[in-house]
């Protein structure tokens, strides 16, 4: 109780450590992907160690915050939803090292006409992502502003969605010269990079009910 | 004998300690925002102070409504009170102390025969609707003030959590305050008169003999706090409304300013000062003024979640509750007086006996004020060794649960370090280990093929010899140091049946566990057949599979084509794959 104002002021810089982290993580993806796509590949594995690297790291951050919210029993009303917040965040990074662990593995081959296709579903896929780390951010602060940011998210990751399923339609009716393995092959990427967008989704509505939720 | 009367009083300060209680702290501890042994330190330390600092202003009204002068009818009076806040919460009732105890003294002045001051009881009735009614106001009032106030500041959710629980606790300091300078009226108001003349001197303060009655007061509800409170406590967050904590800051306070409002003279005063009519010092129902608070942040909300039907047994309450213990009281007093011949007030009554006892004698009224300042010093000092202990167990005791907790935090943490850095290692060794074992695997398999080959070589070569004997045959002349060279030849080379079954050997070792699937799979193959199965794994051509078995290419045909009817292969399937497979 004497030093909970101690203990507080640890927390909010290890939440704000965690945002960032993240946030980088969301970055490195998409840079990792478009070198994968112009061929950039030592390029393309410094990006994969990143990842990888801030992973564990927001993993680790994530396992003090929890520490601290039940040893000092911070915002006992709330504590559970926010740390729920916190691992479905955490989701959106565990998401995107898989991704770019899958392309280091199987090493699937794209074929130039879908290049930049897949290159765009990418960057709105990571924007959905940029856009609901700020709003997760601004919660703590100003619970009112999150609905404002979290339209952009639910924006983008539809429009990821479309293109998604363009990409899927061109390859299975537009690309005769494929093998049917390489279509599938390139279907799943495609549903994987879709993946980032929708567990940015999760996160966003997970926060417009804490909104309501904390909303005295 | 006058504790001993007094003993009802009591009784009826603990009930009041362990219900009302709950109000000031419920939500806070219900909630976990505070701790319930915090809760319970302040809320006793609180209720103390109220009660002696500020207890006098609500029984000087209580002693206008009825002034119960002989000890045994204040004792019978607070009792009826007690048994019916008693009975009325094991019915589940919405009970009030104060109505109760207001309710046993109309009862006492129906017994006496003392008039019923009309005017001092309606100012008491419209206070006790007036107390839910202001209850929700200031709460709508604080509430929008907290809410613009929270809107502006943009506090971090986790810090305004910090803010929130030293808030909860002074608020709940206040609350306590008040409920103690505001009830304990209630639970010694009645005894005032028949209070014996005592003076405390203790040099900073002294207390006369009213303030040690609201001393004593105090205690027992503080008592009534730390002994029955937590239960209390624990259900009344969910029972009234589901809380957050902003709210349940915004209804304490509310609640705690309109007791507050009902017992500071000061303020009275103040307000008579400035030419409006004074604020009457009554006591009011804590319960109430807390469900009225509940109610004006439920309007302010939309009205969701609000019961009605609870504003409707509170009002029930507001007609029962006195009838029900004016009723008891006259009857308790009648049974007193009459039975157990009891003085119950002074003065003339029809129905009073004049009988006396030894009760009647008791004093009623100081005769000689009675002056202690003896024991000052030591009184003092006593005490502040006390309070310096208490200080400093409560330090010991928080620093000491600080450590322990940060001790326990560091711990986890370092037990997940350590169990992360050990899982690491141990991947590592695995993965060495898998490592060095494929490297085996693959010598072995690289001796074997090199075994193999020198089998083929050995046996085109005595192939070469066969040709070469047969010429020799063919030759008329038969040459005797030629064939005994060939012979030489023969000899050397007939190692190479130890060759062979060393290489039987290798392929049994290497096809160890191979052997074993095969025949888990299908258990009816021959010991040829599962060797030919080996050499297939080897991906070797049916020619080199003859001359390592020492048949002709043909039966080496012949036995895969057994060996795939007993493996119930089709013609699509490949043998060989299958094989591998495996």
């Known amino acids: 109780m004497i030093r909970i104002f101690k203990t507080s002021k640890n927390v909010i810089l290890n939440i704000d450590e965690y945002f960032d982290t993240v946030e980088l993580g969301i970055l490195n993806f998409k840079e990792g992907i478009n070198n994968y796509l112009e061929g950039n590949l030592s390029e393309f594995e410094n990006n994969l160690d990143k990842v990888n690297k801030q992973e564990e790291s927001a993993d680790a951050i994530i396992r003090k915050i929890e520490n601290d919210f039940y040893v000092h029993s911070l915002m006992p009303n709330y504590s559970s939803d926010i740390l729920s917040l916190l691992e479905k965040t955490d989701d959106i990074i565990d998401k995107i090292k898989d991704n770019l662990s899958q392309f280091d593995v199987e090493d699937p081959y794209f074929p130039e006409d879908i290049k930049n296709d897949f290159s765009r579903l990418v960057s709105l896929s990571v924007k959905s992502a940029e856009n609901v780390i700020p709003a997760a951010r601004v919660f703590f602060t100003a619970p009112n502003l999150v609905k404002d940011k979290l339209q952009k998210v639910i924006f983008y990751e539809r429009e990821t969605e479309k293109l998604a399923t363009k990409i899927k339609r061109t390859l299975f009716k537009d690309m005769p010269f494929l093998k049917l393995s390489e279509k599938i092959h390139l279907r799943y990427f495609t549903l994987h990079v879709e993946q980032v967008a929708e567990a940015s989704k999760v996160v966003a509505k997970l926060l417009s009910s804490l909104v309501i939720k904390i909303k005295m | ?582």
């Open chain 2, 1 to 582: 004998m006058f504790l001993f009367f007094l003993s009802s009083g009591l009784f009826l300060g603990w009930s009041l300690g362990a219900n009302d209680a709950a109000n000031i702290f419920g939500s806070a501890v219900g909630s976990k925002m505070v701790k319930f042994s915090v809760a319970v330190i302040i809320a006793s330390i609180f209720v103390i102070l109220g009660a002696v600092l500020q207890g006098a202003g609500a029984s000087d009204t209580l002693g206008k409504l009825g002034s119960v002068n002989a000890i045994g009818g204040a004792f019978t009076v607070a009792l009826c009170a007690g048994v019916t806040v008693f009975w009325m919460t094991r019915l589940k009732l919405p009970i009030s102390t104060s109505q109760a105890i207001i309710g046993a003294i109309i009862g006492w002045n129906f017994y006496s025969g003392n008039t019923t001051d009309i005017t001092v009881l309606g100012k008491i009735v419209s206070t006790w609707v007036a107390g839910p009614i202001l209850g929700a106001i200031f709460a709508i009032l604080l509430y929008l003030l907290l809410k613009f106030f929270l809107e502006r500041s943009q506090i971090h959710l986790i810090k305004l959590d910090a803010y929130l629980k030293y808030a909860l606790l002074i608020i709940g300091a206040f609350g306590a305050y008040s409920l103690g300078a505001n009830n304990v009226a209630n639970v010694v108001g009645v005894f005032i008169p028949s209070v014996p003349d005592i003076y405390l001197d203790f040099g900073f303060f002294a207390l006369d003999g009213i303030q040690l009655l609201f001393l004593v007061g105090g205690i027992s509800i503080a008592v009534g706090i730390v002994t029955y409170s937590k239960k209390v406590m624990m259900t009344v967050g969910s029972d009234l409304m589901k809380l957050s904590a902003e709210a349940a800051l915004v209804i304490v306070l509310a609640h705690a300013m309109v007791l507050f409002i009902f017992s500071s003279s000061s303020l009275s005063n103040a307000i008579q000062s400035i030419g409006l009519p004074g604020i009457p010092l009554v006591p009011v129902s804590s319960s109430q003024a807390i469900v009225g608070a509940i109610m004006g942040v439920g309007l302010l909300k939309g009205g969701r979640g609000i019961k009605f039907n609870v504003l409707g047994r509170i009002s029930l309450g507001w007609i029962t509750t006195p009838i029900i213990a004016g009723f008891v009281s006259f009857v308790s007093l009648f049974f007193m007086d009459n039975v157990f011949k009891l003085q119950v007030f002074n003065g003339t009554n029809t129905a009073l006996k004049s009988a006396t006892t030894n009760l009647n004698n008791l004093p009623t009224s100081a005769e000689t004020a009675l002056n202690i300042n003896l024991f000052q010093p030591l009184l003092y000092t006593i005490i502040i060794i006390l309070i310096a202990v208490i200080i400093v167990l409560a330090l010991k005791l928080t620093s000491d649960k600080l450590h322990s907790k940060d001790e326990q935090s560091t711990d986890i943490v370092r037990k997940y370090k350590t169990q992360e850095a050990f899982l690491k290692t141990e991947l590592t060794k695995v993965n060495s280990e898998n490592a060095e074992l494929e490297k085996e695997i693959e010598f072995k398999r690289k001796e074997q093929m090199n075994i193999a080959l020198s089998i083929i070589q050995k046996n085109r070569f005595l192939e070469k010899l066969r040709t070469k004997i047969d010429a020799i045959i063919n030759k008329s002349d038969t040459n005797q140091e030629e064939l005994s060279n060939l012979k030489k030849l023969i000899v050397e080379n007939l190692s190479i049946d130890k060759e062979r079954q060393r290489f039987n050997i290798y392929i049994n070792e290497l096809n160890r566990d191979f052997y074993f699937r095969l025949l888990n799979r299908y258990p009816n193959l021959t010991e040829n057949e599962q060797h030919l199965c080996a050499l297939v794994r080897l991906n070797l051509s049916s020619k080199d599979m003859a001359s390592i078995l020492n048949i002709s290419t043909k039966s080496v045909e012949v036995n895969r084509h057994r060996l795939r009817k007993k493996m119930h292969l089709k013609r699509e399937n490949n043998l060989s794959e299958i094989i591998s497979k495996l």
